[in-house]
């Protein structure tokens, strides 16, 4: 079976840092594009980052310069690294994957993870 799982969530301070994953199996992830979204309460979900099979990289404005995303697909694993956090950061964050990156940003991806909670505050 296809399966995302996140994982590295917690509650942090503002300031703080954090490194989510995301472990893939049942299916190869060298050919995926990976994305991360968030959604906090009442808010509608919206994209963090993305990553294509080749390595290219997307940022939202919100969090570029302080969110770091890549692969390691010899271990089936996707991580955000995040810097700097504030509380605006505060949501629940899910990865996605899909063979289509044009998928992945519109938030169709075939397949999602269960999301891990990220709560910043003092």
């Known amino acids: 079976q296809v399966r995302l799982v996140e994982s590295g969530g917690g509650l942090v301070q503002p300031g703080g840092s954090l490194r989510l994953s995301c472990a893939a199996s049942?299916?190869?992830?060298?050919?995926?594009?990976i994305a991360w979204f968030r959604q906090a309460p009442g808010k509608e979900r919206e994209g963090v980052s993305w990553?294509?099979?080749?390595?290219?990289?997307r940022y939202a404005d919100s969090v570029k310069g302080r969110f770091t995303i890549s692969r390691d697909n010899a271990n089936h694993t996707v991580y955000l690294q995040m810097n700097s956090l504030k509380p605006e950061d505060t949501a629940v964050y899910y990865c996605?994957?899909?063979?289509?990156?044009?998928?992945?940003?519109?938030?169709?991806?075939?397949?999602w993870g269960q999301g891990t909670q990220v709560t910043v505050s003092s």
């Open positions: 996605a994957a899909d063979s289509s990156f044009l998928k992945i940003i519109s938030g169709r991806s075939d397949y």
């Open positions: 049942g299916f190869t992830l060298d050919y995926y594009a």
């Open positions: 990553i294509s099979s080749s390595g290219g990289k």
